[in-house]
């Protein structure tokens, strides 16, 4: 590019959006880099140290620390921080945005802690275990709106299936045993699933509607039959819990083992749907043809796919997954029904499904940071760092508003998302 | 259209419907209690010292000879927790039914149970329509709509739980719960065996908050009389905050990691404080194999609580809402009518106290539990010096 006279090389190029944004996201981690420099390295007296413990009283492996000089630890990080913010505001490599991004998330989140636990120590492996757990019910959620919203239907009814699945698990689990707790919160999420499709699909209701009567009908229907029956006949709300399965070998790993391989199958269950469905979309005829019906409904319709059959299917199926999800909530964490015990998760795994971009990885990701932001609030509570509690339960809701506010990069639902198809 | 049309508004109907009966079904429930006389002898139970023992204060009715009752009508206001939180609103309507018993009460009591802060109003306003001539409002949610009804409403008698009086005609009745709280914490710390024990709350309010602040001034005192280094997580003293699950639904996912996160930390020792916010930790407990206990609050935890965490129960702070309540209304029906002051509940008077150990008797040393009784004994005589949680804030 030496030749000037090109009188090309004089029109302003115009920056892409993707470039605008890795230009902002450099300036906004540079400035983030030198606050953890400040505030969370040069903020520490020196000669304190940070124990980060590796190990639970249920490992295998006892005693394991990682013990960091916080002051040393945060000024590393934070010239990594900003040195990815320079990087960003050369604007190469824009594939690399949001890795910068999600690093630079991390990398915040240690400094932080390492901060906030110079002179004490608390368990790091724990806090990981828990950022899994608080993460399930959150994926499920995310997965069931995928499912839906693939196909063109949008869910807004997933914290009413997963409410009616918790509910239907109890009892039935309560009166016939583990199995048929299982089997019929995921048969009532079907249920659930199915009703949804019905009416989106045969009446042509505004989805939007359909779902938030959904809500109502499930939080109605287990609160009076909770208050009704429940309470009444007792031993119907004392389920059998479902244990954890410690996978052998791989759950005696340090800090992994801990995180990933002891936990219920439920846990386990999330893995393998969170990677099935990503192969099912992208790489089977199902997921070409889901996603068909979901952009382009009638170019799917066209070239002779069952639209309709596609999007029940589909939300069915959605529906079973937020059904395993609410019999999670009610057999493998506590065991027992509470009126609208699932408090709003459901829409925070919609919310997660979209900062996922509508895919099965990244509601996994989405859920993850969630779970993080939860798990680390309770380190955060115990370590009397003096910041208010009050506080730290509105981090991961900010946290949620941050990124679906757009740090993510544009996102774009499917075409056909929440659009009737009506065959000529 | 007119096909959908109808199914969609069949179902909305439906779920309105529904929505609305499985928030109030229990609205207007009278109890059973059989109590035909409006008039009956009342039993008169000599009271315990409650700083003698660790006795429930509650089974101990103190009853005094006030000669015959005149029944009073009584209605029942829960707050959005409802009747069966196994906690205060339980506690409170038992001593409702309590009064019943002695006589002071008249048949069919109403308790009406919210389901939100809308509830309130409409509750109270029911209970006024229906005649009661004392009403008893459950919990410092109830505060406003108490002081607004109360000053219109100069003939009815109030009394309102956890808040201090409100009016001429309301008795506050509050607690001093740290004085439990604080003997709890003393035996948590001898008891701990990883040296770490640990609390949690609902909520940083007050009521919540003075459970978790005697329990750690508790500990503090252990190490200060046994030159012991057992370490609280959970509370801060200097700072009057700590771990809080941010909701009272034992359900909710965040209740079983906040305890799990006390867990992971090598607390073997824990009180949570909350309504049924204990039951994941004893989950969590139990799931994890590891021996450890929990300490309940309001009522004895062990008749309480669901039967499978009966051996994780250490002791519980009793806090005698029932016993306040039952006094507050006898005083109405023995024409005595306590309106216009506060009546704080403490170890002296016997609202508060420590419950029996149950599973736990044989474990807990003769001489800790000696100290712990000793312990009981100094605070209810004002001979430990100690900074106690200011109750009335509101």
Not at chain 1, 225 to 241: D, F, H, K, V, Y
Not at chain 1, 392 to 413: D, E, S
Not at chain 2, 271 to 298: K, S
Request: charged content about 15%.
């Amino acid at each position: 590019m030496t030749a000037t006279a090109n009188p090309n090389d004089m029109i302003h190029v115009r920056a892409t959006p993707e470039e605008k944004r890795s230009t902002i996201i450099g300036a906004v981690l540079i400035a983030l880099g030198a606050y953890i420099f400040w505030q969370f390295g040069l903020g520490v007296e020196p000669g304190l140290q940070a124990t980060f413990n590796l190990s639970l009283q249920t490992d295998t492996v006892q005693g394991l620390a990682w013990v960091v000089d916080p002051r040393q630890f945060s000024m590393i990080i934070g010239v990594i921080v900003a040195g990815l913010g320079g990087w960003r505001l050369t604007r190469r490599a824009l594939q690399y945005t949001n890795l910068s991004l999600a690093i630079s998330f991390l990398l915040l989140v240690m400094a932080f802690l390492a901060w906030a636990a110079a002179g004490s120590q608390f368990s790091l492996v724990g806090m990981l275990r828990s950022t899994v757990v608080l993460s399930v019910v959150v994926v499920f959620g995310a997965l069931t709106g995928l499912m839906c919203e693939r196909v063109g239907v949008v869910n807004i009814g997933i914290e009413g299936q997963l409410l009616a699945g918790a509910f239907a698990a109890v009892v039935l689990s309560s009166a016939f045993g583990t199995a048929a707790g299982v089997l019929g919160g995921v048969a009532v999420g079907a249920l659930l699933g199915w009703l949804l499709a019905w009416l989106s699909i045969r009446f042509q209701v505004d989805q939007i509607i359909a779902g938030v009567v959904i809500n109502f009908l499930a939080l109605g229907l287990t609160s009076l039959m909770s208050a009704r029956i429940l309470s009444e006949i007792q031993t119907l709300n004392a389920p059998e819990r479902i244990p954890a399965i410690r996978i052998p070998f791989l759950a005696d790993i340090p800090v992994l083992g801990a995180m990933f391989f002891d936990h219920t199958y439920f846990v386990y269950g999330m893995f393998l749907l969170v990677f099935g469905i990503h192969y099912g979309l992208f790489y089977s005829r199902w997921g070409l043809r889901s996603r068909s019906v979901g952009e382009h409904p009638k170019a799917a319709d066209t070239a002779g796919i069952n639209v309709y059959w596609v999007r029940y299917r589909n939300v069915i199926l959605g529906g079973m997954i937020a059904g395993f999800g609410g019999a999670f909530l009610g057999l493998a964490q506590v065991a027992r029904f509470e009126e609208n015990m699932t408090g709003g998760i459901g829409f925070i795994g919609l919310a997660a499904m979209i900062f996922g971009r509508w895919l099965p990885i990244g509601a996994l990701g989405a859920g993850l940071v969630f779970g993080l932001s939860r798990a680390v609030q309770q380190k955060v509570a115990i370590l009397n760092t003096g910041i208010p509690s009050e506080f730290l339960f509105m981090v991961p809701y900010i946290v949620t508003i941050i990124v679906v506010a757009g740090v993510v990069g544009r996102t774009r639902p499917p075409a056909a998302d929440g659009i009737p198809y009506i065959k000529d | 259209m007119t096909r959908f049309t109808r199914v969609v508004a069949l179902l909305a109907v439906l779920a309105l419907v529904l929505a609305a009966c499985g928030g109030d079904s229990d609205d207007t429930t009278t109890t059973e209690a059989a109590s035909e006389t409006t008039e009956a002898p009342d039993e008169t139970t000599t009271t315990e010292a409650a700083s003698e023992t660790t006795e429930a204060p509650g089974e101990t009715t103190t009853t005094e000879a006030m000669g015959e009752f005149t029944a009073v009508a009584t209605c029942f206001v829960t707050d959005d927790a409802g009747v069966d939180d196994r906690s205060f609103n339980a506690s409170g309507w038992k001593g409702v039914n309590d009064a019943l018993a002695t006589g002071a009460v008249a048949a069919d009591p109403i308790v009406l149970e919210s389901t939100s802060a809308a509830d309130y109003q409409p509750h109270v306003e029911t209970c006024l329509a229906q005649g009661a001539e004392h009403i008893v409002t459950s919990g410092f949610k109830l505060a406003d709509t108490t002081a607004q009804f109360a000053a219109d409403n100069p003939d009815v008698q109030w009394t309102i739980i956890d808040f201090g009086s409100l009016g001429d005609n309301v008795t506050g009745l509050e607690y001093q719960t740290d004085e439990g709280a604080f003997a709890a914490g003393y035996l948590a710390a001898g008891m701990t065996q990883t040296g770490i024990v640990g609390t949690y709350g609902g909520v940083n309010i007050p009521t919540v908050s003075i459970f978790l602040d005697g329990y750690a001034r508790g500990v503090a005192h252990y190490n200060e009389v046994k030159g012991a280094d057992v370490r609280v997580i959970g509370w801060d003293v200097e700072a009057q905050d700590g771990a809080f699950t941010g909701t009272f639904d034992p359900a909710d996912p965040q209740v079983r990691a906040t305890c799990e996160s006390q867990l992971d930390e090598g607390a073997d020792i824990i009180l949570p404080v909350g309504g049924a916010i204990n039951l994941p930790c004893g989950t969590a407990i139990q799931d994890r194999g590891i021996e450890g206990a929990l300490i309940g609050v309001d009522a004895d935890a062990v008749e309480a609580m669901p039967g499978e965490y009966m051996d994780l129960w250490l002791t519980t702070i009793l806090k005698g809402i029932d016993i306040q309540v039952q006094r507050s209304i006898e005083a109405h029906a023995s024409g005595a009518p306590t309106g216009g002051s506060s009546s704080v509940g403490n170890l002296e008077n016997g609202a508060i106290g420590l419950a029996p150990y149950h599973a736990w008797e044989d474990r807990v040393p003769a001489e800790l539990a000696a100290e712990v009784e000793q312990i009981l004994v100094d605070i209810a005589e004002g001979t430990i010096d100690w900074e106690k949680f200011v109750v009335g804030a509101g």
